[in-house]
């Protein structure tokens, strides 16, 4: 669980390095067409070339490690009911690299894959959410655990 977590806090970091080195604020969360063709237009070409790398690089191995972070809270914290409630995490890591692809296909001018995005996002957007709260009451419960055991060791 570590290792996933400190990657994923890596690269958090690192695409805010990349959007502030570049000047650009990335389409991820972004799923009204309109909003994304303008967005898109309004960035330069090399702004599009280092989106588009930063997509196939680091938002690649973004979603696995963010998801297997997920998807070890859930299953460590939640017993029996722990790959039920990793499902939105291990779900969302394909709906994350879609994503991705289509993103991809977006800023190299490829509009036909804007109907792809459209849907990816949101569903992207709704499977993270959940994770992350799922995640996040699993990390209560284990810091919580984590304490009982403390202080039963102290007695």
């Keep these: 669980l570590w290792f996933t977590f400190i990657l994923t806090l890596f690269l958090t970091a ?5 959007m ?19 967005h898109i237009a309004a960035m330069s070409p090399k702004q599009r070339t280092v989106h588009a ?9 973004y979603p696995l490690c963010y998801g297997a972070f997920f998807i070890g809270v859930a299953l460590k914290s939640f017993g029996r009911f722990g790959f039920v409630l990793a499902l939105p995490s291990l779900l969302v890591i394909p709906v994350d690299l879609t994503e991705g692809f289509s993103q991809i296909m977006l800023l190299g001018g490829r509009d036909e894959y804007m109907g792809l995005k459209v849907i990816a ?35």
Excluded at 124 to 148: D, E, N, P, S, Y
């Design 14 to 18: 690192a695409f805010v390095v990349v």
């Design 20 to 38: 502030q080195v570049w000047q650009f604020n990335v389409i991820d969360e972004m799923y009204i067409a309109a909003d994304i063709k303008a």
């Design 53 to 61: 790398w930063t997509t196939g690089t680091l938002d690649v191995a």
């Design 121 to 155: 996002t949101p569903l992207k957007l709704g499977l993270f959410g959940l994770g992350l709260v799922i995640a996040l009451i699993g990390l209560a419960l284990m810091f919580f655990k984590f304490l009982k055991n403390r202080v039963a060791a102290q007695k």
